[in-house]
């Protein structure tokens, strides 16, 4: 089979975390009961017209930003006239021919190499409402409906499955740091689609494109890549031609299937929305949103790994905000970071998850937690006594060496008193003395876990078996 | 029962003084309208609501000018719980669940709504012949044509059923009936009162303005309706001010154009003579006046034809019989409920329209004609601007005939536009404009004087449209009594 090149290009519609919705009052809210989150701007009421809620404005400034955007300074929004029962005014508002947004890019790592992929635009306009089939009903849940989106439009610059799994990630995480969606494929809170071709050489013009719309994760994005690329090429082997054609990625099929034909000259007859006056974007805008841009994952990243945390606790951090966030607050003090990210991301984050809470919800104060990373440092903490103490840690205010003090603990891991625990093990167990003696090295192991159970764990075994060797010879 | 034959000033005197009481006034306001019948000026009467809100007001102070007026309002503009039907089959039983912002200022002056009158389908039409309702008539003569599109509120006040009325002018809407019925109608300022709640046509041009009998009460009722409203982007924002303050303030030095085109041999000869008698009496009066050549006025009707069709046809795309209006029985699918509602509800004139606006906002013809326009809209604009640094005003007569007969053939589509070739220019320029009455045909039609001014300067239109209105004193009533 002859190579081929594919091309990807990738829209993505992401949901923006605002409290209304862009051109009404109406709360912008998800899982509500049906229709509730309507006013008659919504449901599209004869008379009605759109305001413009200025917190879509600043997120939409701010992703263009993370996303290495020019920011258009004069804007308007145009209708996209169609007729379909979820578009209430049976247009959307939209911006086809001032998108906020142009020439961004964002870096992915692909194979060691970093990889621009190209975004054309991006921009801003509402989401429609959500309709549901029921046999030869459908049911419509205006609640969506001015719910704000903004699309973001790459270049044809994809080449691989991969490439767009990365790109994704990588748009899903600086989205969500800068706080601009909560990027939920699952609720619809992001969605992409793919449109793929492919060609023999990269002299060759494209190849038929073909749209796979609305795929649910970015898992599928990469397996419906892949099957699409596969169904061309066998085609293309075939001698066959192809139209373009709008197809959806089949879960339970694993691949691809045809929804439409793409039919030639779809006239969405745009012209400029003349309900909104144009837009002005100000320098004092862009640098008031910009002030609000926190951190970006791989400014994190890099950090993180500077301070001598591993790369795979560094991108778990980074994975996880809210303790990336707390772990930030770390930086500017003198710790061990990698006990740091260990403690964070071991115990805790199974607590954490456990209890279903938010490392700020529990009482681990900087503090407190630079108090322990200390005890765990210079060994008067084993990982076993921590573990004991755990809860009381992230539960109660009192410091780390009251707590250990309380849990009587503390005396244990004392040089001498060790050494005499010890001692006394090994008068109290001559047959496996004589083991030892004889070279079975089951018998050290019998020794050490009796050390361990007779000081509850608390001992440091590095210490323990130090101590251990040597009494024993 | 002639109390509404009085000026705004002795019926609020009388309220005040408590000398009359809001339901006489209303009482006798639908006793005219059920003596006028055949007039076909209303869609819907709001007979017992406004009823009892007059006698809710009998408790009430007497608190502003407007108080326990009667007034009307045009079919287009939504009132809460209140049919509104835009004189279309779509909307022949549409009970608003909300109030325009007009209506909710009109109602917080307490000033009490009679009911929705006639008009032309959508706004769509100068004739109102293309209500769903059959159209309003002339109270000069039943013959003919009350205008459009706010036919039926021109008809109600020209035949003094009662004092006010709000029209929407699109281009020419207010303005253009105003004339053929003999009564004052401002078109003002795009921007200056709120469209929330406008059923809209073409949004760019669309605006709300009053029709009265007179000069001052058509200010009085600008006075309720204007302001900056946070659900209308594209409302101005302007501190509301007394727009009767200039009226009475003399006129002398003031400085008029008159665009040649304006009369030219488009206008009728008895037209052109009226106005020139107007423009004679202002020179005798310390105004001067010049004619001159201003550009792209011959171009207004092309220009609003791809304007107001293009938007027209996504305005009325939401009519598609889901959510509310008129909607087909039993449809096969959702294509079968698209086309059987809109094809049942609307008009000839609506449908003719949105086709001939979806075709211009189509591929390519959206830059070659859309886009052109507004292009050609700017320089327009510009154009009129211009005038206003050296004149005051721009006059011109507001129609080139008179009011024709209703059963004259609707059969060419440009000749409705025609009707508007004068009015149009001001609904592009986004400037206001007021249509007074000034004379009569041989006929004895009413023929109108159009006076634009420059943005948001209506007041001093009030003041020279006041002006000659009281130099002319003419009687206004068809009836003939005073």
Redesign the interface.
């Given at each position: 089979m002859t190579n081929y090149i594919p091309t990807i290009g990738i829209e993505v519609h992401v949901e923006l975390k605002t409290k209304t919705k862009i051109f009404s009052s109406s709360l912008n809210g998800y899982g509500e009961m049906a229709n509730s989150l309507t006013n008659v701007v919504d449901l599209g009421y004869p008379g009605t017209l759109p305001t413009l809620n200025e917190e879509v404005v600043n997120l939409a400034i701010k992703a263009a930003t993370v996303l290495n955007c020019k920011i258009r300074r004069k804007m308007h929004f145009d209708r996209k006239n169609y007729f379909y029962p979820d578009n209430p005014k049976n247009y959307q508002i939209t911006q086809s021919r001032t998108p906020i947004g142009y020439d961004g890019y964002v870096e992915i790592n692909i194979n060691g190499t970093t990889k621009k992929i190209e975004i054309e635009e991006m921009h801003i306009e509402e989401d429609t409402c959500k309709s549901t089939h029921r046999g030869n009903k459908t049911l419509l849940d205006f609640n969506r409906a001015g719910v704000p989106l903004i699309e973001i439009v790459t270049k044809p610059c994809i080449t691989s499955s991969e490439e767009a799994k990365l790109y994704l990630e990588k748009l899903k995480e600086l989205l969500f740091y800068s706080d601009i969606s909560d990027c939920k494929m699952e609720e619809g809170s992001m969605r992409a689609d793919a449109n793929v071709s492919i060609r023999k050489n990269l002299s060759d013009p494209f190849g038929t494109k073909c749209e796979i719309k609305n795929i649910g994760s970015i898992s599928n994005v990469a397996l419906s890549i892949e099957k699409e690329i596969a169904r061309q090429i066998r085609l293309i082997e075939a001698g066959k031609t192809f139209k373009e054609e709008t197809r959806r990625y089949d879960d339970k099929l694993g691949d691809t299937v045809l929804m439409r034909v793409k039919e030639t000259g779809n006239d969405y007859r745009y012209f400029p929305e003349p309900d909104i006056p144009y837009l002005f974007i100000t320098d004092e805008m862009i640098k008031n949103v910009e002030e609000t841009i926190p951190m970006l994952p791989d400014e994190r990243r890099k950090i993180y790994l500077e301070k001598g945390v591993s790369e795979v606790n560094a991108n778990k951090l980074v994975q996880n905000k809210s303790l990336s966030d707390y772990f930030n607050t770390l930086l500017t003090e003198n710790t061990n970071f990698k006990i740091a990210s260990n403690l964070l991301l071991g115990d805790i984050s199974a607590y954490l998850n456990k209890q279903e809470k938010q490392i700020t919800q529990t009482t681990l104060t900087k503090e407190r937690f630079l108090e322990l990373i200390n005890k765990i440092e210079d060994d008067s903490l084993t990982s076993k006594n921590f573990k004991d103490i755990l809860d009381a840690i992230l539960e109660s205010t009192k410091s780390i060496e009251e707590i250990v003090t309380e849990k009587g603990i503390s005396n244990i891991i004392d040089d001498s008193a060790l050494r005499e625990i010890i001692k006394k093990i090994i008068i109290d167990n001559p047959d496996s003395l004589a083991d030892y003696k004889n070279g079975h090295d089951r018998a050290i192991k019998f020794f050490m876990g009796q050390v361990m159970k007779e000081t509850k764990g608390s001992a440091n075994p590095k210490l323990a078996m130090e101590i251990l060797k040597e009494e024993l010879n | 029962m002639k109390y509404l034959d009085k000026s705004i000033i002795e019926l609020h005197q009388l309220l005040k003084e408590k000398k009359i009481k809001p339901i006489e006034l209303v009482e006798e306001a639908f006793e005219r309208i059920e003596n006028n019948k055949e007039l076909n000026a209303y869609i819907t009467l709001n007979k017992e609501e406004a009823k009892k809100q007059a006698y809710e007001l009998e408790n009430k102070e007497v608190d502003n000018i407007l108080f326990g007026i009667p007034i009307a309002i045009k079919d287009n503009?939504?009132t809460k719980d209140l049919r509104?039907t835009?004189a279309s089959r779509m909307?022949e039983n549409?009970i608003?669940?909300?109030d325009?912002t007009v209506i909710e200022k009109i109602k917080s002056q307490n000033m009490i709504i009679i009911g929705k009158t006639n008009m032309d389908e959508f706004a769509m039409g100068s004739s109102s012949r293309t209500s769903y309702f059959n159209p309003p008539k002339n109270p000069w003569n039943k013959e003919k044509i009350a205008g459009g599109s706010s036919g039926g509120s021109a008809a109600t006040i020209a035949a003094r059923d009662l004092p006010l009325a709000l029209g929407t002018d699109t281009g020419g809407s207010i303005r253009q009936p105003a004339s053929y019925c003999g009564i004052v109608g401002m078109k003002p300022t795009y921007g200056r009162v709120s469209?929330?709640?406008?059923?809209?046509f073409?949004?760019?041009l669309d605006q709300i303005g009053p029709m009265s009998r007179n000069v001052y009460e058509n200010a009085l009722l600008l006075n309720a309706i204007v302001g900056k409203d946070?659900?209308?982007?594209?409302s101005a924002l302007k501190e509301s001010e007394d727009f009767t303050r200039l009226i009475n303030q003399d006129i002398t030095g003031m400085k008029i154009a008159v665009p040649n085109y304006f009369l030219s041999d488009i206008v009728s000869e008895e037209i052109r003579n009226k106005i020139k008698e107007i423009i004679n009496m202002l020179e005798n009066s310390g105004v001067t006046v010049d004619y001159l050549d201003v550009k792209y006025l011959e171009n207004a009707v092309t220009l609003y034809q791809i304007i107001a069709m293009?938007?027209a046809?996504?305005n009325l795309?939401?009519?598609?019989g889901?959510?509310?209006?008129h909607s087909k029985e039993n449809p096969e699918n959702?294509d079968d409920l698209?086309y059987g509602s809109r094809q049942e509800g609307f008009g000839k004139e609506v449908k003719r329209r949105i086709m001939v606006g979806?075709y211009l906002?189509?591929?390519k013809n959206?830059k070659q004609y859309?886009?052109k326009a507004?292009s050609i809209r700017d320089d327009m604009k510009k154009e009129l601007t211009k005038v206003f640094e050296k004149y005051d005003f721009i006059i011109g007569p507001t129609t080139t005939t008179t009011a024709y007969n209703l059963t004259d053939s609707m059969d060419d589509p440009l000749k409705s536009f025609m009707d508007d070739v004068l009015v149009i220019p001001v609904n592009m320029a986004g400037l206001p404009g007021l249509s007074l009455p000034v004379g009569f045909s041989s006929d004895n039609m009413p023929i109108g004087l159009h006076i634009i001014g420059n943005n948001f300067e209506e007041a001093k239109i009030y003041q020279l449209a006041s002006f000659i209105e009281k130099k002319l004193n003419l009687n206004l009533n068809p009836r003939g009594d005073q």
């Open positions: - | 503009i939504v509104t835009c909307l549409f608003p669940i909300y325009a469209r929330f709640g406008l059923v809209a073409a949004s760019s946070e659900k209308d982007l594209t293009g938007e046809s996504s795309a939401r009519f598609d889901i959510r509310y209006g959702i698209y979806s906002l189509s591929g959206a859309y886009n507004l």
